[in-house]
Every structure is written in C-alpha cells, then in structure tokens.
C-alpha cells in the first residue's frame, strides 16, 4: 500500500508559479512511477506528467516547456513545478503511483492515487 499526500496548491495570478509536491509513504517510493493528472470542472481527469523509477518523463503537450516534473527518492517526494501558469490550467491536481515504474499517460495504469490539491489561476 502506498499512501500520498499532496500540498502546494492555491491561489495565483495568470503567469506565475507554483511547486506542488507530493510525498509518499509505504513500499519502496524509488521503484513506483509518479505521475500529475488534473481534473477541471465538468471535464475528465486528464494526464500532466510522470517521471519513471529511471527518471524518464512524459508531458502533456500543452505544458511543455513551462512545467516540470521530478523526483526525490531520498524525500520519498515528486514534484511539478510550474512556471507560465494559465488559467485553462485551473482544476486538482492529483498525484498517482504505479507500481511497474514505467512513466504512462493512462489513469487506468495507475495504482494509487492522493487526494489532490487545488490550483486557481486568476487572469
């Protein structure tokens, strides 16, 4: 079982940035994959990023460039760092784990999942 929490969410103005961060309890964090997802009003969870036990990420096209994901396996915490920030990018964002370790794209792939964390971006 892996439990995680998320924090770093709140308020912010169009153009600016946040550092979500999420921390892990449970089964050995270095061997999971980690991923972002984000669920806006009325629209269905949607893929950010990830990063895998090997470091490999994977972006969402439209925050490339202006959001970054990584890891610290010492912290047992993920990040997204956030830069550029719009309002289309409003919504929870959640933290996912997947056992296998290798980056994915899918909700499904994921095992767990945190509560998330909320982002408001005022224009």
């Known amino acids: 079982q892996v439990h995680l929490v998320e924090s770093g969410g709140g308020p912010v103005q169009a153009g600016g940035s946040l550092r979500l961060s999420c921390a892990a309890s449970?089964?050995?964090?270095?061997?999971?994959?980690m991923g972002w997802f984000r669920q806006a009003p009325g629209k269905e969870r949607e893929f950010v990023a990830s990063?895998?036990?090997?470091?490999?990420?994977l972006y969402e096209d439209s925050v490339k460039g202006r959001f970054t994901i990584s890891r610290d396996n010492a912290k047992n915490t993920v990040y997204l760092q956030m830069n550029s920030l719009k309002p289309v990018d409003m919504a929870v964002y959640y933290c996912?784990?997947?056992?296998?370790?290798?980056?994915?794209?899918?909700?499904?792939?994921?095992?767990?999942w945190g509560q998330g964390t909320r982002v408001t971006v005022s224009s």
């Open positions: 449970g089964r050995p964090f270095g061997t999971y994959a």
């Open positions: 990063i895998g036990w090997s470091g490999v990420t």
């Open positions: 996912a784990a997947r056992a296998t370790g290798v980056s994915s794209r899918a909700p499904s792939e994921y095992d767990y």
